[in-house]
């Protein structure tokens, strides 16, 4: 098992909402626009939000000029005005067109000074797909911003290291890297002009604009701090399909709907991708973080997610003495361990 799965593992964050709808000014009829708070404690979490940003435009794609530019047609919002962060084009309609869910990453700079209504693409392996051709031409999309962790724990992080009783940093998982989850350490750069940054393989500074988590992923935080972090989000309700591309062993994911997670109805069935077997070591699994263990399940060919015994050593098996996983709650992230890899795994909106 790596040295990933081995953390230390405690407690669901607990998260608190609260609802609210109201009419959209950026031309949709209606939109929800959800907020709540998020209470990180000591300990290891997994955590994600299960929302997004305010989309800054909504539009369709007209054409294919290159292999990173769209020609669009705005039907709302400003294309061109980014916010400081990163921002992705993410296809939202119509139904059942076939990149419905995917995603591809913008860069910011080249559009602003593209002529027209042109957004222009940035090659990353944030994309959920690698080919920009004639099969994006018709789909309907949303500019969103990205989710930072620069942009939702920096200050925290910044007060609690240069308090008069300073705290040891946090450690930090994010879920893209190039064999998994990448770890991250934030420290103070020095004195007099120190400042928070993100340091990676013990040496390499991660710009804060980089620090992204992407739709239906999480980010792990072991934190020493007895009183925590907390913070508080808003933004609108997810409405359509969510890729997120999966690889074969941990995968940091959440499901990415203002809603708990009922497995084998929302997702967590064959017909996801996902791998059942009578053996416990040769199905996909789930892991989370609950009290001081780690809480593994796996997925049984006839009785759902079945709690596991001993993974890792010789006496591997199923605990059916134990409740199967039925339920995720909302905002929690876990761990999907895959034997396989699925680079079109997709995250539906939840069944009524």
Same mark, same amino acid.
């Given at each position: 098992m790596s040295t990933f799965m081995k953390a230390p593992f405690t407690r669901f964050p607990i998260l608190i909402?609260?609802?609210?709808?109201?009419?959209?000014?950026?031309?949709?009829?209606?939109?929800?626009?959800?907020?709540?708070?998020?209470?990180i404690g000591q300990g290891t979490e997994a955590v994600h939000f299960p929302l997004q940003h305010n989309p800054i435009c909504e539009g369709k794609i007209t054409s294919v000029p290159s292999s990173l530019t769209f020609e669009i047609t705005v039907s709302s919002g400003e294309?061109?005005?980014?916010?400081?962060c990163p921002h992705f084009l993410a296809v939202v309609g119509p139904a059942g067109h076939s990149l419905l869910g995917d995603r591809f990453e913008l860069d910011e700079v080249a559009t602003r000074a593209s002529s027209g209504n042109q957004l222009v693409l940035e090659p990353s392996p944030l994309n959920t797909d690698p080919l920009v051709d004639s099969r994006w031409i018709g789909a309907?999309?949303?500019?969103i911003p990205h989710w930072t962790l620069q942009d939702t724990l920096s200050e925290m992080?910044?007060?609690?290291?240069?308090?008069?009783?300073?705290?040891p940093a946090p450690t930090i998982w994010l879920p893209f890297g190039e064999r998994g989850p990448q770890k991250i350490v934030p420290r103070m750069t020095a004195a007099p002009q120190s400042r928070l940054c993100w340091v990676i393989?013990?040496?390499?500074?991660?710009?804060?604009?980089?620090?992204v988590l992407p739709p239906g992923s999480s980010f792990l935080i072991k934190s020493a701090c007895t009183n925590g972090y907390?913070?508080?989000? =808003?933004? &609108?309700?997810?409405?359509?399909?969510?890729?997120?591309?999966?690889?074969?062993? *941990?995968? @940091?994911?959440?499901y990415p709907y203002p809603v708990d997670l009922r497995l084998g109805i929302d997702w967590g069935g064959q017909a996801d991708g996902l791998v059942p077997s009578q053996s416990p070591k040769e199905c996909d699994q789930i892991f989370l973080y609950? =009290?001081? &263990?780690?809480?593994?399940?796996?997925?049984?060919?006839?009785?759902?997610?079945? *709690?596991? @015994?001993?993974?890792?050593?010789?006496g591997v098996r199923w605990d059916t003495s134990s409740p199967r996983l039925e339920v995720i709650p909302v905002g929690c992230g876990f761990v999907v361990f895959k034997m396989k890899p699925d680079s079109k795994h997709v995250f539906q909106p939840p069944q009524n």
């Open positions: 909402f609260c609802l609210a709808i109201i009419i959209s000014t950026t031309g949709k009829a209606q939109a929800e626009q959800i907020s709540f708070e998020v209470r294309p061109k005005q980014f916010s400081a309907e999309f949303e500019v992080i910044r007060r609690k290291l240069t308090s008069s009783l300073p705290r393989d013990n040496k390499k500074i991660l710009s804060g604009a980089k620090t907390g913070f508080s989000l =808003g933004g &609108d309700r997810r409405t359509a399909p969510c890729r997120v591309p999966l690889l074969a062993g *941990p995968n @940091l994911v959440g609950s =009290g001081n &263990d780690l809480q593994i399940y796996g997925f049984h060919i006839s009785h759902g997610w079945l *709690p596991i @015994l001993g993974l890792g050593s010789e």
